[in-house]
């Protein structure tokens, strides 16, 4: 391919509405451009990149077993109101009707679409386990477009399911895919973390999302360097290191204009971790709910969902008509009809420092059993881990990070089957749903988080197995009989050796290649300058590294070869 007849209209200045380096680069270096909030189009660049990474998605599958197909990307509204997410799933899941006034969705996942498909076909155990699986364009109504391609309302995702007649069928079909996936994210360069995760809309008991390791990432993980332990704060239940409060008798002292676990902790002169935080809050029944955790955690809002339901914090108003004192709540005293809710890494705490239910004043010493009770049932896992709690498996320091969420693997169990009908005929001859597994990549999102990874102040330094060329041949001058002819000799053995090549074939000043180069980051460079050619030589540049050497002009080309090849997934 030559520079001057490639679609890359690159730009020389930063895009204002670009907030992430993938977003900026990948728009800069002439490899996407916006249509509209949450839009976008792939061009040329980016389009081989993402084939690349479909490829090596495609590669794995076969290699599992799991069959390709492609299902419409309009999903009937009747599937899912028959799977109950018509109206759970949210605003945003894209609704339209026909001219029959039909409705439609289009499909942010196809659990319906694959569970209706199967349900008339596979009618034996014998048939089973399946797993299929398609990649095409899914669609999301975001509140907020926006992180370029991280979080927009068309995406490419690759989306597979399986289907088992028994538990363990569905835990071997599980772990197939999950050590899939693991391999998927080291052959297009990702380092990325398989973390225990929330089910979210999905739904299903059992899930672990794939995060590559990002500042720019969404997702606050928590991991261990020993053991390899990993999860998502919202679903992690890492031990937590709480400091326990002195023994004594109850004593409430004064503490003026301390509502805040900060100010707390500076005016007592203790640490936050021995303070306890009071949250409250109107579950899913209506009920007021007070409910303790270590003063320096915060509640996590799926956990808290899942302990209580649709609950929301308490008004100014809703705190007032319970009788509760804002920033200065305990669980000594509280109203009646107050409900209290303990965070169960405080189960061994016995000496609490709280609020005293009036203000400007605070309890030291409160002791559960002596001075307030903790129902059996009130034990809730409701706090976000963070770094330093320790972790569940090994017990030493937990390291923390952020992370892109770029696939993930659910265990659905019946979920889909049992609300659509859709069964089989077990050896017995008995009809039984399927257990089923869900497995999503999110293709355009980790070609994003790639970028995100692989990425310096001068642009792109795309991994060899996603690059959208391998090598870029720079002939400084294109006018001469000097540097041409070697650009167009080395670049010809590159192309019959195997090599993907692009050479600039541009008018334009030596600057200018250099910058677009680095910024679009072919992972190899050969400059052919005519210093360097008249000692028999070309300039070879890594552009990962940004090692630079010159070598032979008759053996360049069997070198880069050796490299590229060596490199591909």
């Known amino acids: 391919m030559r520079m001057s007849r490639l679609y890359a209209p690159t730009l020389k200045e930063d895009p204002t509405e670009a907030e992430l380096a993938s977003h900026r680069l990948l728009l800069r270096a002439g490899m996407i451009r916006r249509g509209a909030a949450g839009l976008y189009s792939y061009l040329p660049l980016a389009w081989r990149s993402l084939r690349k990474i479909e490829d090596v998605i495609r590669d794995e599958m076969e290699a599992i077993d799991a069959q390709e197909m492609l299902a419409p990307i309009l999903t009937d509204a009747a599937l899912w109101h028959q799977s109950g997410r018509w109206d759970a799933y949210g605003p945003e899941l894209m609704r339209i009707t026909d001219r029959h006034d039909h409705e439609f969705a289009l499909g942010p996942t196809h659990e319906e679409t694959f569970t209706d498909l199967v349900r008339n076909e596979l009618r034996s155990y014998k048939q089973l386990p399946l797993t299929l699986y398609h990649i095409q364009d899914k669609f999301r109504d975001e509140l907020r477009p926006r992180f370029g391609l991280m979080r927009g309302r068309e995406f490419i995702m690759k989306d597979g399911y399986s289907f088992s007649a028994t538990q363990e069928s569905l835990q071997e079909c599980y772990d197939q895919e999950k050590a899939a996936y693991a391999r998927i994210c080291e052959r297009v360069g990702l380092r990325a973390l398989p973390v225990v995760a929330d089910s979210g809309q999905i739904g299903g008991d059992t899930s672990v999302e794939f995060m590559a390791i990002a500042d720019s990432g969404e997702a606050e993980l928590v991991y261990c360097d020993d053991c390899g332990f990993a999860a998502d704060t919202e679903a992690a239940s890492a031990a937590v290191n709480v400091v326990d ?223 959208p060329f391998e090598v870029e041949v720079v002939p400084l001058d294109v006018n001469d009989d000097v540097c041409w002819p070697v650009a167009e000799r080395i670049a010809g053995e590159l192309v019959e050796a195997g090599i993907e090549v692009v050479v600039d074939d541009r008018k334009e000043r030596p600057g200018v290649k250099f910058n677009d180069a680095d910024l679009m980051g072919f992972p190899y460079q050969v400059v052919c300058g005519k210093k360097a050619i008249k000692n028999g030589n070309v300039e070879l540049k890594d552009r990962a590294t940004g090692e630079r050497s010159e070598v032979s002009i008759d053996e360049v080309s069997r070198l880069v070869a050796e490299k590229v090849k060596a490199q591909r997934s």
């Open 245 to 467: 409060g002195e023994a004594g008798e109850l004593e409430r002292v004064e503490t003026p204009g301390c509502a805040s676990i900060e100010d707390v902790s500076r005016f007592l002169s203790i640490p936050e971790a021995a303070t306890r935080k009071a949250l409250a809050l109107i579950d899913g029944e209506g009920r007021p709910t007070v409910v303790f955790v270590p003063g320096d955690h915060e509640m996590n809002d799926v956990k808290a969902e899942h302990a209580f339901g649709e609950y929301h914090l308490m008004s100014d108003e809703e705190l007032e008509q319970a009788g509760l004192v804002k920033g200065y709540i305990g669980p000594v005293g509280l109203p009646e009809g107050v409900r209290v809710c303990v965070d169960v890494a405080l189960r061994d705490a016995q000496w609490w420092t709280v609020g005293a239910n009036e203000a400007d004043a605070h309890l030291l010493h409160a002791h559960p059993g002596r001075d307030f009770e903790i129902a059996e049932d009130a034990w809730v896992d409701v706090i976000c881990a963070k770094a330093g709690d320790v972790c569940p498996t090994c017990g030493k320091p937990l390291s923390g990070a952020r992370g892109i969420e770029v696939s993930q693997v659910f265990q659905l169990g019946t979920k889909y089957s049992e609300a659509m009908g859709a069964t089989f005929a077990d050896e017995d001859g008995r009809e039984k749903p399927f257990l089923m597994g869900c497995y999503g990549i999110g293709v355009s999102r980790t070609l994003a988080a790639i970028v995100e990874q692989h990425h310096d102040e001068h642009g792109i330094a795309w991994p060899v197995s996603v690059a």
